[in-house]
């Protein structure tokens, strides 16, 4: 019963989509001109003929198998392009917002740029006209450099124009010639000596430097026989050392092992005596006090 009343309903629905579709029809062909217009009224026809497919679809299946998968998955078909278009809107949201922002930092940085060509600019005719100032500044320096080199070479032609002094006697110029020879044999002298008690040094260091060369060898050599010798007794004596030391860690362990069993013994006969105490046990139970007879009164 309710797979015939939705068979006859998804039949009226059919019936007014073709109503509906013949309406629309009549009505594009007068009203449809721009392409915004004409998009729509192509994705209207778009949706009535997939919709018209489903129905149809839906009605064969029920009336073979009695079920209308076709209509459940149409829906989820649907949903899904519902959701995917409201994703859609939210990215082409987003992306209106990116671009007014980029459009906004592009206005932004436009702006910082005409200034920084502004100021570029005032920066090339401060240094423009800064040139023209040096510029002509050198030129007068040059000037004046010129007349100065002109003033000075006429003020050294008047300089030159002076009577040179005599020249020395033949016998002032030999005596000075004499005194200098005189001081270069003094000072070669001063050098060979030098050089002689180098010499004669450098020879006595190298022989003592010989001899503790000598004494530090043969000290090394008996070192060496020494360590030998020593090193012979210690391979000799090893056992026994060993021996020795391992007795010695043996003994400490011992040792060390009476001592912690001697405390521990110390501290259960500790824990048991406080338990005697505490309760009373053994040598340390109370002394009970023995009862007094009453005594007789005395006879009158």
């Excluded at 436009?110 to 502004?118: D, G, S, V, Y």
């Excluded at 030999?174 to 003094?186: S, T």
């Excluded at 008690?197 to 060369?213: H, L, M, N, P, S």
Aim: proline letters at 2%; charged letters at 35%; aromatic letters at 8%.
């Amino acid at each position: 019963m309710d797979a015939l009343l939705f068979t006859l309903t998804l039949e009226v629905v059919l019936l007014q989509i073709r109503i509906l579709e013949g309406t629309t029809e009549l009505k594009a062909d007068k009203k449809c001109k721009s392409r915004n217009e004409k998009a729509q009224c192509d994705k209207f026809t778009r949706d009535r003929q997939m919709v018209k497919d489903v129905i149809r679809r839906t009605l064969i299946e029920i009336v073979e198998t009695g079920q209308w998968y076709t209509l459940e998955q149409a829906t989820k078909v649907l949903q899904s392009r519902f959701s995917s278009a409201i994703t859609m809107r939210l990215k082409h949201e987003q992306l209106e917002m990116t671009l007014k922002g980029i459009v906004k930092e592009l206005i932004t940085k436009r702006n910082q740029w005409i200034l920084e060509t502004h100021n570029a600019n005032k920066k090339i005719a401060l240094l423009r006209d800064k040139m023209k100032d040096d510029y002509q500044n050198a030129k007068a320096r040059l000037c004046y450099a010129e007349k100065w080199v002109i003033a000075r070479a006429e003020s050294l032609e008047l300089q030159l124009n002076v009577p040179r002094p005599p020249l020395p006697r033949a016998d002032y110029e030999q005596r000075v010639h004499d005194e200098l020879v005189r001081a270069y044999e003094l000072q070669i002298k001063e050098r060979e000596d030098l050089l002689v008690y180098w010499k004669e040094r450098y020879t006595r260091d190298i022989a003592d430097i010989c001899d503790r060369v000598s004494k530090k060898c043969e000290q090394l050599r008996i070192a060496i026989a020494r360590h030998e010798e020593l090193q012979n007794l210690y391979n000799l004596h090893e056992g026994e050392m060993r021996g020795w030391l391992t007795f010695k860690r043996e003994r400490a362990a011992r040792i060390a092992l009476q001592e912690r069993l001697n405390t521990a013994a110390k501290r259960i006969q500790s824990w048991w005596r406080g338990i005697m105490v505490r309760r009373a046990l053994g040598q340390f139970r109370y002394l009970r006090s023995a009862k007094k007879s009453p005594s007789k009164g005395k006879k009158k």
